[in-house]
């Protein structure tokens, strides 16, 4: 049974300045914290979200079953990240739906409802807004910074943008920047979100509608990239939902092969709760997100910049951030000099795996921090 | 310059019984031949065509620039498939939107456009078809049956359904059947569709629209998977469309990068061509394929049947049918001491790649078909 989190928010009146060169004042940030700050202040974790996780990282919500956190396996007491040793924070990032300000809100320039007009927010920008969080809870220096997938690369970017505010980085399931296939598969979710007639050009919430049909497609797509070929093939291969006398039904439009079936299940129960705006705007900071390019396209000079040290974690059959691009990571911080672990996990379920109960890999994570938690104070 | 090519059509009244139990009766297939069909006709080469392809497979059209048949670069005078020594069918198959009767037609049993009412067909319909249309050409053995992808399907169903009714088959970068990942893939692209409000429930004809959003979605999803990750980074990279001062526009709608602009035009082309319901039923027929089914799941029981030589190809990026497919075809039809030749040709092209100009591709083709044609009368 995990530990009860409690959701907070804190509010920023100060403009904070975005990378496009727009600004957003009056917003909020929903964060949670576990664990216990010590006097030092030494023994914070900053822990970054991915696509479709939120702040509520770890425990669970009081009288909610099955609340329990997106990386709860990972993070709680005596777990790999022990909030009995560290203070662990998660914070929902600005243009998320999970209680940070966002396109459902009310954008106080024009009294609206932000809608599409919120705006293009980026991994830096979202790094700025968790060092501003960090500054209030009085936090000057990290013990780590750590995240999978887009969170791997807002823990990258932590090391380039305040290389002195964290000791150590931790780098899951990630890459320097999208490749070509990445950017594709997210503009084709996009696409289906924006080419739905209840988007409306993205101010639905005025027309009391939400683009489902979008959403559904969109997070279909996102499934499969999660997923390895060789688990989906595991776990459903072939096999029929309804057999009728052992063999199709034939239909185009019915379900037929259990996959389907769970994709339009997962597509259905995301279409409930996610916002399409949250979508377009998560995917452009994946599509966007790439140090290397103000360095001519050199990772290692960009990497130059940083000071932590760091723990890369990659999935054999994860084909969305392949094992390829954290080795390009690792290639580029030793060309840099820096220390560097790197654990390459023989898992089959793909980028999932970052969220999975490996434990090879949750050992891996354990004893990296039982390390950094050698250096805390007690 | 290619030949002239001139598409034929074939009525047959007699009703066509389908896998589903249902039939189909005065239909129509279109069809193309080149070459010349020699005294003894045992020159014949039938060639099945995959997803958005249709009879017209080489050649081009009078008057039309850039008409060329989708294998012009593998078929014709001199080249692979020599059509100076064989008598080469093209056929369009059942569903299509290309001439063959499909769901855009008017079904003489109630006097109404098909829609969604047109039954669904499978890759052994298409080839029971096909026989059909040979028996009317008075062709009792085909010197080949060829096909790439879902074509090359169609080739392995004649092997099986017809097993004395060709001297060889040339199967290329096909499978057995399909992954959960391919189902998936394919089942994103039929809600894409089917959700498109567009649709009106596969009856769009009689409403004057055409449900071209999910058209667009389903034909960037598919292009995805026809090209290799390393073609696409080479081809597209991250490279911007209109970079703005050298960066970013900052946008989550606009086109930002090339590989965007690259599949709206895609999706946006093939909107204006493709017939939605016949894209529901080649989907479907790809998801149903699977000879093992009938026999426990043992594809090595499933080909005793042929009677065929065989050479398959598969190339080194496709990972939509990836070599391994067709490794389990070449391995099932040793176990049954079949003559099988097997070609893995390391291409960066994906699936693509068996409709581009490989050399060594092409080579091998021809190479084979050259053997062929020294059993075949002058």
Redesign the interface.
């Known amino acids: 049974m995990s530990f009860i989190a409690t959701p907070q928010t804190m509010h920023f009146a100060e403009a904070l300045p975005l ?4 600004s957003i004042r009056d917003y909020q940030l929903a964060y949670e914290t576990y664990g216990e700050l010590n006097a030092a202040r030494d023994n914070a974790v900053l822990v970054c979200h991915a696509l479709n996780a939120s702040h509520h990282v770890a425990g669970r919500y009081a009288g909610q079953e099955r609340s329990e956190g997106w990386w709860d396996n990972m993070i709680g007491p005596g777990k790999s990240v022990d909030t009995n040793r560290f203070f662990v924070i998660g914070v929902n990032n600005l243009g998320s739906c999970f209680g940070s300000t966002g396109p459902m809100h009310t954008n106080p320039d024009t009294g609206e409802v932000y809608g ?1 007009d919120f705006p ?1 927010v980026t991994v830096e920008d979202w790094v700025n807004a968790q060092a501003r969080l960090l500054d209030r809870l009085g936090i000057a220096q990290l013990a780590a910074v750590m995240g999978g997938s887009l969170g791997g690369m807002q823990a990258l970017s932590w090391t380039l943008q305040y290389p002195e505010r964290m000791r150590h980085a931790v780098v899951v399931a990630s890459a320097p ?5 990445n ?3 997210n ?2 979710a ?3 979100i ?4 209840d988007f409306h050009g ?1 101010h639905f919430y005025r027309h009391g509608v939400v683009p489902k ?1 979008g959403l ?2 969109a997070r ?2 996102g ?2 990239t999660y ?1 390895s ?1 060789d688990v ?2 595991e ?4 096999e029929l939902r309804n057999a009728v006398n052992g063999g ?1 039904q ?4 019915d379900v ?2 259990q ?2 079936s769970y ?2 299940y997962q ?1 259905d129960k995301f279409s409930d709760y996610f916002d399409a ?1 949250t979508y ?2 998560i ?2 900071a994946l ?2 997100f ?1 140090p290397a ?1 103000a360095h001519g396209g050199s990772l290692a000079r960009a990497l130059a910049a940083a000071r932590a040290r760091f723990l890369l974690v990659s999935f054999s059959t994860d ?1 969305r951030f392949a094992p390829a691009r954290s080795r390009e990571i690792v290639q580029a911080l030793l060309e840099n000099r820096r220390r560097v672990a790197y654990a390459e996990i023989d898992a089959p379920h793909g980028h999932d795996a970052f969220l999975l109960d490996d434990p090879r890999y949750l050992a891996v994570v354990r004893a990296y921090f039982d390390n950094i938690a050698k250096e805390v104070q007690p």
Chains 1, 2 share one sequence.
Request: aromatic share 12%; proline share 2%.
């Open positions: 990378a496009s060169g727009a599409a293009v920047n999208l490749t070509a296939e950017i594709a598969f503009e084709v996009r696409r289906a924006v080419t739905d007639p993205g049909r559904r497609i279909m797509i499934h499969i997923l070929d989906m093939n776990k459903f291969g072939r199709y034939y239909s185009t439009q037929e092969f996959i389907e994709l339009r597509g705006n377009l705007l995917t452009r599509d966007y790439d390019r084909w």
